[in-house]
C-alpha cells in the first residue's frame, strides 16, 4: 500500500488564555495567564477556588451556531470544540457543502460532555417534566455529541467518531486520524478534543486534594510546572482541533501547512508496576516515547522541543527522568523542554489538542514559549536537564522536530512526532 504524508493545514483553540488562533499565539509568547479565581468555587466550599475558564462572546457564538442550536444550550464543551474544530475548517480553507463530503471525517473526543445538562435534566426528570428537556437533551450529553455536532456542520461522511482516554484525549485524537489518512482510508481528518468547564467536573479532582489551594489569592501563579514549588494542577477547560490532510491533496489545494506529522505511538501501563489509576508506569511512557521514535525514524538528538504533559505535581520530576531515559539524553545533550499548563492550567480532556495547537504554532513559526512560574526548578529536574533548556521568555529558533506526548488517568499514553514542513 502506498502509504500516504500527513500534514496540517488547519488549527483551531478555545483557551482559557485567549479564543482563536492569532490571539492564542500572541497569548503563548507573551505569557499571558488563563487562570483566575471563581466565586462559585467559594461559594461552593471548594479548597481550590481558581480555575481556567474560556471566554466566549456573543458574537462568537452568533458566528457559530444557529440561534435554533443555542437554545438551551448549556454544554461548555460542545459550545468549546464546536467553536475550535469550526475554525479550524475555516482556517484549511475548506468549504462547506450542501454535498456529503466522503474524503473527510472527525476524531474529536471528551472525557464527559454536558454536565450541566445532565444537571438540568435530572432535576426535570426528578420534578416529573420530563417533556421540558428540549430537543437537544441527547446532543449534548451523549459522549459522541461534539463529534456529531461537527460532523452535521461540515458534512463529513468519512468515520465521524469520538474517543475518550482522559488527558491523553487530544494527541490520542491526533494519531487515530493520521493513520486513518497514512492508510489512505480518508484524505482528511479534523482532529481535537474538549473539557467542559466548572464545579461539576472539578469536583472530583478537589476531592482527591491534588489541586494547589494555597494560590486562591494568587491566581496566575498556582500552576507551576517543572517548579520545586508545584503545589499540584490547576484545572481548566476548553478545545483544540486540528485539520489533518494527505500532503498530495494539500498540495492539490494549494493549502497552507503549518507541520507535518510523521507518526507516534499509543500504549498502556495497565496500572502495573507502580502505574496506578493517578500514576504512571514509568516503563510504559519510556516505551511510549521509545517507539514514537523507532516508528517515525527519528533519532533522539535530532528533537529539538519536548512540550510535556507536565502537570505540577510531584509527578513532573519522574516525567523528566522518563524522557531521559527514553531518549538517552541526560543534561548537556536534553533538548529545551516547556509546558503550556503553565499558562492555562490542566485542561483534562482538551489539555493534549490545545497543547499541540501551541506544538504546531511553535514549529511552524519558529519560537518557543516561555515556561510560567518555575524560577526555582526542581532539584530532581536540573539533574537531567540544563536550566537554560526551560525558557522562562520567549525564544526564537528555528525548530525541526518536536515531540509532544500526554498520559492520562487510567495509565494510558500517546507521543506524537512533528516536523516543519518546507518544499523539499
Known sequence: MDKKRVVITGMGVVAPNATGLS???EAIK????????????????????IGGVPKVSQDLMDHYFTALEQRGLLATGLIYGGIAGQE????????????????????????????????????????????????????????????????????????VTSNSSACSTGTEALLMGYERIHYGKAKRMLVGSCSDSGPYVWGGFDALRILPHQYNDRPELASQPLSAGAAGFVPSSGAGALVLESLESALVRGANIYAEVLGGHLNSGGQREQGSMTAPNS??????ISEALKQTGVNSEEIDLINGHLTATAMDAT????????????????????????????????????????????????????????????????????????????????LNFLA?????????????????YNDE
Open 30 to 49: 507573551s505569557g499571558k495567564s488563563g487562570i483566575e479565581f471563581h466565586k462559585e468555587l467559594e461559594e461552593l466550599k471548594f479548597s481550590c477556588q
Open 319 to 398: 516525567e523528566i527522568e522518563n524522557w531521559s531515559k527514553a531518549l538517552g539524553l541526560d543534561r548537556e545533550d536534553f533538548p529545551y523542554i516547556n509546558s503550556l499548563k503553565s499558562h492555562v492550567g490542566h485542561a483534562l480532556a482538551a489539555a493534549g489538542s490545545i497543547e499541540l495547537v501551541s506544538s504546531v504554532l511553535q514549529i511552524s513559526r519558529g519560537f518557543i514559549f516561555p515556561n510560567l512560574n518555575c524560577e526555582t526548578i526542581h532539584p530532581e529536574i536540573l539533574k537531567h536537564v540544563r536550566e537554560d533548556k526551560i525558557p522562562r521568555e520567549v525564544l526564537r529558533t528555528k
Open 283 to 288: 516503563t510504559a511512557v519510556i516505551s511510549c
Open 88 to 159: 479550524a475548517w475555516e482556517d484549511a480553507q475548506l468549504e462547506i457543502s450542501d454535498q456529503l463530503d466522503t474524503d473527510s471525517g472527525i476524531i474529536f473526543g471528551t472525557g464527559v460532555l454536558g454536565v450541566e445538562k445532565l444537571r438540568e435534566a435530572f432535576n426535570k426528570i426528578d420534578a416529573k417534566q420530563v417533556r421540558r428537556l428540549g430537543s437537544t437533551s441527547v446532543l449534548q450529553t451523549m459522549a459522541s455529541g461534539i463529534s456529531a455536532f461537527l460532523g452535521g456542520k461540515l458534512g463529513c461522511g468519512n468515520q
Open 23 to 25: 490571539q492564542f499565539e
Open 404 to 420: 509532544k506526548a500526554s498520559f492520562g488517568f487510567g495509565d494510558v499514553n500517546a507521543c506524537v512526532i512533528l516536523k516543519s
